[in-house]
C-alpha cells in the first residue's frame, strides 16, 4: 500500500532564511511519481513538481529545489531565502502503478515565513 | 492557460439536503478525480472517472456519493442527503492521460454543512 509521510506538521522561519520540508514515501511500486503541491491561504492546490522514479537527479526551479533520495525514500523540498508569499501548506503525493493511480496526500507541512 | 473551473467556490446547505458541486476539466484531458480535504487535514482521494465510468473509488465514497459527466464538459459529483461530516473543501482535477502527467486541480468548492 502507498504512504507519504511529511513529519513536519509546521515550520516557521524568519525571511531569508532556507527551509527543507521533508517527505518520506512508501511504495511497493518500481515505477512510480512523486509531486509537490502549495495550499496558498487562499486554498487552492498548485502543482510544482512532478518526479519519475527512475529519474534521481535533484531538480532547481529559481529559489525552489528537490532531492530525491530513493536509497531513504525521501523527495525533500528546500526553499532557499525564503519570503512570506511562501507561507502555504505544502503537500507531498504518490501516485503508483506508472502514475496510474490516484494521487495520495501526505498530511502537509504548514510553513509560516515571518518578515 | 487552460485552467480547472469549480462552482460554487463555497456553498451552505442544511443537513439532508442534496447538493451538486460542479466542475468544468481543462477540455482535452480524459481522466477526472474528486479529492475531499476536511478543514486543517489532508487531502483524501474519492473517486476517478474515465470513459463515462467510475475507475476507481475509496472508501469514503459510499452510496450518498455520485457522479456524472452529464455534457461532456461537465464533471459532477451529488451527494444525496449531506451530513454534517461532509464539510470540507471538494476538489475536482483533471488529468491529459494516465501517464506521465500531473494532475490539474481547480479552485475548490467550501460545502458547509449546517
Known amino acids: 500500500a502507498q504512504k507519504v509521510t511529511q513529519a513536519q506538521t509546521e515550520i516557521s522561519v524568519v525571511e531569508k532564511e532556507d527551509v527543507t520540508l521533508d517527505c518520506v514515501y512508501e511504495t511497493r511500486d518500481t515505477t512510480y511519481y512523486l509531486f509537490w503541491y502549495k495550499q496558498p491561504p487562499s486554498g487552492e492546490l498548485v502543482f510544482l513538481i512532478r518526479?519519475?522514479?527512475?529519474?534521481?537527479q535533484n531538480e532547481i526551479s529559481g529559489r525552489y529545489s528537490w532531492n530525491f533520495q530513493k536509497s531513504t525514500s525521501s523527495f525533500n523540498f528546500t526553499i532557499t531565502a525564503s519570503q512570506v508569499v511562501d507561507s502555504a501548506v505544502y503537500f507531498c503525493?504518490?501516485?503508483?502503478?506508472?502514475?496510474?493511480?490516484?494521487?495520495?496526500f501526505g498530511k502537509g507541512t504548514r510553513l509560516s515565513v515571518i518578515a | 492557460e487552460p485552467e480547472v473551473t469549480q462552482t460554487p467556490s463555497h456553498q451552505v446547505t442544511q443537513m439532508g439536503q442534496e447538493v451538486i458541486l460542479r466542475c468544468v476539466p481543462i477540455s482535452n484531458h480524459l481522466y477526472f478525480y474528486w479529492y475531499r480535504q476536511i478543514l486543517g487535514q489532508k487531502v483524501e482521494f474519492l473517486v476517478s472517472f474515465y470513459n463515462n465510468e467510475i475507475s476507481e473509488k475509496s472508501e469514503i465514497f459510499d452510496d450518498q456519493f455520485s457522479v456524472e459527466r452529464p455534457d461532456g464538459s461537465n464533471f459532477t459529483l451529488k451527494i444525496r442527503s449531506t451530513k454534517l461530516e461532509d464539510s470540507a473543501m471538494y476538489f475536482c482535477?483533471?488529468?491529459?492521460?494516465?501517464?506521465?502527467?500531473?494532475?490539474?486541480f481547480g479552485q475548490g468548492t467550501r460545502l458547509t454543512v449546517v
Open positions: 518526479r519519475n522514479s527512475f529519474d534521481e
Open positions: 482535477a483533471s488529468r491529459m492521460d494516465r501517464l506521465n502527467t500531473e494532475a490539474f
Open positions: 503525493a504518490l501516485s503508483e502503478n506508472s502514475g496510474n493511480t490516484p494521487l495520495v
